[in-house]
């Protein structure tokens, strides 16, 4: 049976999943979500010894009915492959009671790889489909992470132009480097004098500005988003939590149908979204939690009901959950609010108008499978250090503060539930204050001495997207001001 997608907002017909993956977000400014959740019809044990690709088929091709068997083998094929330094793709690790599992074993080791490996080539399948001639243009918004981890997937992509802006300011110096010394025509990157939320709402509003959209349809060109409101992004997230759950009942971890609770680190909402949908289809998951640094606007709302972007906006260690306005969280408003797209738009735009909106108590009702929790710099640094200590486990800033978090979680409830930490990085990727964490004493060295310390330290091989860009020559290197990405837009498709 085909599943049709729509738009949190109401204002546009159904779509196919090949539709909504190459227009990213709906004419309407809503996101695009299933018409139902599908359901696991098979029980789960009956996959307890596939693969990850084998999984990643199962779970998606339930999203994805207007696919192809082999459409989506292909496309699952080309993704995980030895771009992964492991043939597990996602592990688990456990350390101190708790199950690591490790989304940063792809190319740019951040768990953004797990879906923007497969993002381009379901996007250039959904193309095919859609009889599409013009060229794809991803125009992008990142925090740092998407950003290098979609550059990675589009580069050399043929039909496919991926352009980044991301917060000049705002993101960690190998964050920078990665995305800056990026290969491929392609290509191309552009730092913005402003933070994430900026760059954001500066993409958005593109998407929805008619006469660019014209202009570029005239010359050949179509923009789609990478971003992670891209069910082509959500889809292939909720894999790793269904491949997770079968690891620990074929290691003997988990009994069949134990219940385990799961804990992300959250900006956009993305990545525990992917965790309440394989929870909703049947996989047996107790409590999301949801970890915040000190851009602790998600904790608030499950406290309280009100989401309340007025605040400061605080730059931090784990700068990829650096946000106030979390995107995906639309996708489980509407959900709660019985799919009603006016109530949805209602809400939304008093978000967008005076930055907040209160939900209703039967809507608060529906967030008992939630428990938000934030961590400080300081929790998040002292858990780093302890973890090392104890174990000689070295986690990243962002999985430190879902650590930390969890750590909370059980001594506020006694809830001694098997878990799941979605663990968002390498550490690699945040040497410095991973290691300002173990050793103040650290901090002196530079960021190349920093990264043979940690492997010392922690006693991995260095990853080879570190390795890369210490010799990479740097490639992009242009700034503007965030009224000027329009301009930097043409200026690269020469419009
Ligand atoms: C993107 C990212 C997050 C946040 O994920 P969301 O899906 O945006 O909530 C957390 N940690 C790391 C390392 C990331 O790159």
């Not at 993101?171 to 402003?194: H, L």
């Not at 988990?254 to 992300?264: A, F, K, S």
Request: proline share 3%; with cysteine; aromatic share 10%.
């Amino acid at each position: 049976m085909e599943l049709l997608y729509k738009s949190t907002r109401g204002g546009e017909e159904k779509v196919t999943a090949s539709q909504a993956i190459l227009k990213g977000l709906a004419c309407d400014g809503g996101l695009f979500v299933p018409e139902n959740i599908p359901q696991f019809t098979t029980e789960l044990k009956a996959w307890k010894d596939y693969g990850y690709k084998q999984v990643a088929y199962e779970v998606m091709s339930l999203y994805l009915t207007d696919f192809t068997q082999e459409e989506l083998m292909e496309c699952i094929e080309r993704a995980y492959d030895d771009k992964f330094d492991t043939s597990a793709i996602a592990p688990i690790v456990e350390a101190d009671g708790a199950f690591y599992l490790e989304l940063f074993h792809g190319a740019t080791i951040a768990f953004k790889d797990m879906a923007l490996s497969i993002l381009p080539y379901l996007m250039t399948t959904s193309a095919k489909k859609n009889k599409v001639t013009n060229d794809i243009v991803i125009l992008t918004a990142t925090s740092g992470d998407t950003g290098k981890a979609a550059l990675a997937g589009f580069s050399g992509v043929a039909g496919t132009k991926i352009i980044v802006f991301y917060p000049k300011n705002g993101v960690s110096p190998i964050q920078e480097r990665q995305m800056v010394t990026q290969k491929g025509e392609n290509t191309y990157v552009v730092g913005i004098q402003g933070n994430f939320d900026d760059a954001q709402s500066g993409v958005k509003k593109i998407f929805g500005d008619k006469e660019l959209v014209a202009l570029l349809e005239e010359k050949g060109y179509q923009f789609s988003s990478a971003n992670s409101i891209n069910i082509g992004r959500l889809v292939p997230q909720i894999v790793y939590y269904v491949y997770a759950y079968l690891t620990l009942i074929r290691e003997g971890k988990l009994n069949e149908g134990e219940t385990i609770n799961v804990v992300v680190p959250t900006g956009n909402f993305g990545n525990i979204l992917a965790a309440y949908y394989a929870k909703n289809m049947g996989l047996p998951i107790n409590k999301l939690i949801c970890a915040s640094n000190d851009n602790k606007v998600l904790y608030d709302f499950f406290e309280t009901g009100c989401y309340d972007r007025n605040r400061e906006f605080i730059l931090t260690a784990s700068p990829s959950m650096d946000i106030l306005i979390s995107s995906n969280l639309e996708r489980l408003i509407y959900r709660i609010g019985g799919e009603d797209a006016k109530k949805n738009s209602e809400l939304m735009n008093s978000l967008a108008g005076k930055g907040s909106y209160s939900i209703t108590e039967d809507m608060r009702k529906q967030l008992e499978d939630f428990a938000g929790g934030y961590a400080s710099e300081e929790e998040m640094e002292a858990k780093i250090k302890d973890l090392y200590e104890k174990t000689g486990y070295v986690l990243d800033t962002h999985t430190a503060v879902a650590a930390s978090v969890y750590d909370q979680y059980v001594s506020r409830t006694g809830d001694r539930t098997k878990t799941v930490i979605a663990s968002t990085a390498s550490p690699f990727k945040f040497a410095q204050s991973v290691l300002k964490s173990i050793d103040p004493a650290y901090d002196k060295l530079s960021d190349y001495e920093q990264i043979d310390v940690l492997a010392k330290v922690a006693n991995v091989r260095i990853p080879n997207a570190i390795e890369e860009i210490r010799t990479a020559p740097v490639i992009h290197d242009h700034v503007c001001q965030k009224e000027e990405m329009v301009q930097e837009i043409k200026h690269f498709l020469g419009i």
